[in-house]
């Protein structure tokens, strides 16, 4: 048998294999998330978030450039698809590499066909389990990064391999430089792929040097200074030293704009050119493919001249304008999210002292307009300035750039008795502490301090114990090691965990193991049950894989050090270098496919062991592997009873010995037949039992296929706008999904989405000043000077007696950006902006908002008093809220202006009782009204939402008959929606519109059938608007259906230990507390003889919950510890 051959066509069939899965359950538009930014901005080659993806926007383009409008997001999606398949075919023919070199380890074995089946067999297992597993197949499936980045972890790993097979051929070195030019390349995708350096080192340093101690000492070190130095100086380096030769060339020599980026290009070129030349001549290899590495990385990295030169055509999605080196730089350092301490730093109540330390100066390109020597105005904007001048002779334009925030003193210095090394516990964040305590079993050590105005008192600060606590409970068991079994063991549902133990767990299936972590696994509650996350592989996945990381090992240790460097460095090493704080905002699987990538490698290598138990694998040696497993288990199982922990542990490792040494002894039986090709096909068949139970078990949760929710909700929002509207929104799935709808789908680009996030900004209020598509500017007053980066990033709000009543808004607006009135505040080194009143009015002419292009009917007239006054009590507000009401004090109500009803109370500056609810929105009037519906706040426009519900509104397919999988992010849009229903049933019912709050019930039930869309507690409100209908049938049945479903929920949670129970207490009183209303509901209503079933019920409930909560109290299990 031709071996070459048929590894490269079975590479293709395995190929094809995962293409059509992914291309097979490919979500058809845009994803939550990102997603709809990345298809956004690559349909347009518009500026997304930094640090940028431009390799992967450039090649989304050009998947999109053939395909009609509507099809876009599917030629995005399958990019990833292919991408991924791609990384599938690499994946394999680096598994079936590796297993090559255990089949010829001693050089002179024959590759026997039996070892051939068996080689491929084990490409073919190690690839298809990582095609099936749960997080790269999430990625594989949408228009994001990640499957990209696989792709070039894949191939650069590949390319490795390849060399090392050729190294002692001419041109080999070949090689090399495609793998730096690949790295180069992958800078424009995502970072990750950097992480292949260590493991690219040692295939090198394996190959061409004789292995000893300092050997390897050296080449982690090296590859490790390698890493750094591309991440750490050329990426950013590289910019850094052009922004001094811009500085240079135009504030000093008083040259345009870019003239210094244009030597400096020049230089490197030139350098590059004179450096391949010099070495070339004498004869020095290893300087001239160092250099030549380094020029290709470089012409990789170039890829985000793209990003520079789209930014300068000022599209609608320009994040952080990066049109120059300095504002680059700053994207390019993710500057906007803020840093994290790695080595040394605060805990999260560490006091500052008043020592700071001074940050980067803020470079702001300027147009000067000169008139002689005296600068007559200061412009942002290149167009601004010779628009400017264009009828004005005698005026010219210089370029500067200009300090505009010089970042002194913006750098805390935290007392030192307070700091700690390897900070874990670093953020002040409200929510964040508690958890802290929780993950680490907080005590702390007292700790005299002296705060800032020299008042001494004593703060409770983490051990270094505690601190290393939070890192193993947290980040690196929750954070990482969950996700690991999430794809390696199964899965307990798709609901994003926060240490609880029924959402998000890693879930083996195996009813002993289970158990001892998550309670009774009897009588699960359908809700969990019917949840398509749950994905059970009873640790198959795993036990194969640990089989081959061990087969490995002992037989091939330097392939398996490889593999493990891999292993680390895209699994833990991520993990100490994010220090991610508690309550992620979603699930970070995705972050560590990498690992998951280099583990698929023992996976397939398991196949080969199993195929070797029937050949050279003695008795021996099978008894000590399986024995080993079977004795970490028991003396885990002792060590578990010492402490106090579960079992979980000690059981998977009984599972892991008996399962494995039942498929190692019956493959160590076949010896007798003395035939290899019949072993290495039983072990290839064994082996794909694996990939089969994933596939199994996680397609219907992998299959987006007929779902459209993210680009129909996107939809709803903004026709539940009015014409012209500026709706402001805040998080990432009530905003890209509407970038997404506006800039591919050209759905009401008329109007003006403001993510309130973004706005604290000045690049971002510099775009909202720009007309896009339909949408007219945002009438911002405020001039840039004035929101300038480090000027207004916050006004105090400092009430003065001299200020009566309620100050007009736009006086106060135009007190704080008045320059005379800075004061020192905040004790920053430098004076700030307040406003002297915290009661505010915006008048509302009764002619304009009465009339025609007005907001109000005739009905309003009743709460209509003149105009809005309010009170914002907070010491002082940030600047997206300080622009926000500049634009409340200049718009005169003349543009509609809309709140998303998912942006938050934090976000409305207590402007509630002025909201008029007209879909997912809220749209500001001039009319109070406190609502005493608890579920909305103002009031509600019936006649408009019911059309916006009725005849506006899209449903994402959420009623397909077929069944749809609808993953908790959807779900949490869906809850919303069905809220917003509610309460506009509610309000048409008391309307005495009866009919037509039955109708628009109807529509929502139709449409968001319980088979795609479950029930939960939401449903109460639905419930109670159908009473309020007179569709007591329909209420009934709802009642009874949502009753019967907390029931069963409890049933579960009260047969739990008083472990488990207590750590389900809260959501055991939810159950009973909504059984309970439901109930009452049912009684209020007249509904006899079902309030009587129901009121019976919730009797005996309330009876053994007492009972359960007396048991959790006696044994005294208050004490609530999360657990991995």
């Not at 790295?183 to 080192?201: E, K, Q």
């Not at 490995?552 to 994010?578: E, H, K, P």
Request: hydrophobic share 45%.
């Amino acid at each position: 048998m031709n071996f070459k051959k048929l590894n490269i066509i079975t590479g293709w069939v395995v190929f094809l294999v995962a293409a059509f899965t992914y291309l097979s359950t490919i979500e058809p538009t845009a994803s939550f998330w990102d997603c709809g930014e990345f298809i956004a901005t690559a349909y347009k080659l518009e500026v997304g978030h930094p640090p940028g993806a431009p390799l992967f926007m450039l090649l989304a383009r050009v998947a999109g450039a053939f395909v009609s409008t509507e099809h876009v997001p599917v030629a995005v999606n399958s990019l990833s698809a292919l991408a991924s398949a791609f990384t599938i075919l690499f994946l394999f023919w680096s598994i079936t590499h590796m297993a090559l070199r255990l089949a010829t380890r001693k050089g002179d074995e024959e590759l026997t066909t039996g070892k051939i089946i068996a080689v491929l067999g084990s490409g073919i297992v190690g690839a298809l389990a990582y095609a099936w597993s749960d997080s790269f197949w999430f990625s594989a499936v949408e228009g994001e990064v990640y499957a990209m980045s696989s792709f070039f972890t894949a191939i650069v790993f590949w390319g490795i391999l390849k060399w090392e097979s050729e190294a002692d051929k001419p041109h080999a070195t070949r090689w090399l430089i495609l793998i730096a030019y690949l790295m180069g390349l992958s800078i424009g995708v995502h970072l990750l792929n950097l992480l292949c350096i260590p493991a690219i080192a040692f295939v090198y340093y394996f190959k061409k040097y004789d292995v000893t101690r300092k050997g390897i000492i050296y080449t982690f070190i090296i590859s490790a200074l390698i890493l750094g130095a591309i991440q750490g100086v050329i990426i950013p380096g590289i910019v850094k030293v052009a922004g001094k030769f811009e500085l240079l060339f135009v504030n000093d020599f008083n040259m345009p704009f870019n003239t210094g980026n244009f030597v400096y290009a020049v230089i490197i070129i030139g350098l590059i050119v004179w450096g391949l030349r010099w070495t070339q001549v004498r004869g020095k290899a290893l300087l001239n493919t160092v250099i030549l590495g380094v020029s290709v990385i470089l012409v990789g990295y170039s890829t985000f001249a793209m990003i520079v030169v789209r930014s300068n055509a000022n599209p609608p999605i320009d994040e952080n304008n990066p049109e120059n080196v300095f504002n680059l730089l700053s994207y390019l350092n993710r500057e906007q999210y803020g840093d994290r301490p790695l080595l040394i730093g605060q805990f999260w109540d560490s006091p500052m002292t008043n020592e700071r330390g001074d940050g980067s100066p803020v470079y702001t390109a300027t147009y000067k307009v000169m008139k002689g020597t005296r600068t007559e105005k200061i412009f942002y904007d290149g167009w601004m300035a010779d628009h400017y001048i264009a009828d004005k002779p005698g005026l010219t334009i210089d370029d500067e750039y200009v300090v505009t925030d010089a970042r002194i003193g913006t750098e805390p210095e935290y007392d030192p008795a307070t700091t700690m090394m390897f900070p874990r516990m670093y953020s002040s964040q409200a929510s964040h502490i508690p958890a802290y305590k929780q993950w680490s079993d907080f005590t702390g050590r007292p700790v005299r301090v002296t705060d800032r105005e020299g008042k001494s008192s004593v703060v409770q600060v983490p051990t270094q114990g505690e601190n290393m606590r939070f890192f193993v409970n947290y980040q690196i068991n929750w954070m990482y090691w969950r996700y690991f079994l999430w794809n390696f063991a199964g899965r307990q549902n798709d609901i994003q965990g926060d240490g609880n133990i029924t959402d998000g767990n890693w879930y083996s299936g195996i009813k002993a193991i289970d158990a001892q972590r998550l309670g009774e696994q009897d009588n699960l509650p359908s809700s969990m049950t019917n949840n398509k996350g749950m994905n059970k592989l009873f640790l198959l996945p795993l036990i194969l894989g640990l089989i081959g990381l061990v087969y490995q090992l002992t037989r091939d240790v330097r392939n398996w050090s490889i593999v493990m460097l891999l292993f680390l460095f895209t699994g833990m090493a991520i993990v100490v270098y994010l220090n991610q704080t508690p309550y992620q905002p979603r699930e970070r699987d995705y972050a560590y496919v990498g690992s998951f990538y280099a583990f698929a490698f023992w996976i397939g290598l398991g196949v080969y062991a199993l195929f070797d138990a029937a050949r050279s694998i003695t008795t021996k040696e099978l008894l000590y592997g399986v024995g080993g497993a079977l004795a970490i288990g028991a003396l885990k199982y002792m060590v578990e009873g010492i402490t106090g922990d579960d079992h979980s542990i000690s059981y998977c490792f009984f599972a892991i010995g008996l399962i494995s040494g039942i498929a190692l002894g019956v493959m160590h039986l076949l010896r007798t037949m003395r035939n290899d090709r019949a072993s290495a096909v039983i072990a290839t068949l064994i082996g794909l039992v694996v990939p089969v139970v994933m596939v199994r078990a996680e397609w219907d949760d992998h299959d987006r296929s007929r779902r459209f929710p993210a680009r129909d909700l996107a939809a709803d929002y903004l026709n539940s706008c009015a014409p012209n509207a500026i709706l402001f929104t805040n998080g990432d799935n009530d905003t890209f999904p509407l970038w997404y709808a506006q800039e591919v789908e050209g759905i009401r680009t008329d109007v003006r989405v403001v993510n309130l996030s973004l706005l604290s900004t000045d690049w971002y209020i510099d775009q909202m000043r720009r007309k896009a598509y339909d949408s007219e500017p945002v009438p911002f007053n405020v001039d840039p000077g004035k929101y300038r980066q480090g000027t207004r990033d916050v006004v105090a709000l400092i009430p003065n007696e001299k200020v009566k009543g309620y100050l007009d808004l736009k006086r106060a607006i135009e007190f704080a950006t008045n320059d005379r009135n800075l004061q020192q505040i905040f004790q920053l080194g430098k004076k700030d902006a307040y406003i002297p009143s915290q009661d505010f009015r915006i008048p509302a002419d009764s002619a304009f908002v009465f009339g025609p292009e007005g907001m109000l009917s005739a009905k309003d007239t009743t709460n209509f008093t003149g105009d809005v006054r309010w009170s914002i009590k907070r010491q002082y507000v940030v600047k997206n809220h300080f622009m926000l009401l500049d634009l409340l004090a200049n718009n005169d109500w003349k543009r509609p202006i809309y709140f998303a009803v998912t942006t938050g109370p934090d976000s409305y500056l207590n402007l509630q009782d002025y909201f008029r609810l007209e879909g997912l929105t809220y749209r500001l009037v001039p009319v109070s009204n406190k609502s005493k519906n608890p579920n909305t706040y103002g009031s509600v426009a019936t006649d408009l939402m019911l059309d916006n519900v009725v005849n506006k509104f899209k449903w994402g397919g959420m009623d397909d008959a077929r069944g749809v999988y609808l993953d908790e992010n959807v779900l949490r849009m869906t809850t919303n929606l069905r809220l917003q229903i509610a309460t506009l049933a509610t309000e048409l019912a008391s309307e005495g519109r009866k009919d037509e709050a039955k109708q628009v019930l109807d529509l929502a039930m139709a449409k968001m059938p319980e088979k795609n869309v479950p029930y939960d507690r939401i449903m109460l409100p639905m419930i109670e608007a159908y009473y309020q209908a007179g569709d007591t049938a329909s209420a009934n049945n709802l009642n009874e259906r949502l009753f019967n479903i907390m029931d069963e929920n409890m049933s579960w949670y009260l047969q739990l230990s008083p472990k488990f129970a207590d750590k389900v207490s809260d959501d055991m009183g939810l159950a009973k507390l909504v059984m309970e209303r439901l109930a009452s509901s049912a009684r209020m209503q007249g509904q006899a003889a079902l309030a009587g079933r129901l009121g019976a019920r919730v009797a005996e409930v309330d009876t053994l919950f007492e009972e359960k909560m007396d048991d959790i109290s006696t044994q005294g299990m208050r004490t609530i510890k999360a657990r991995f």
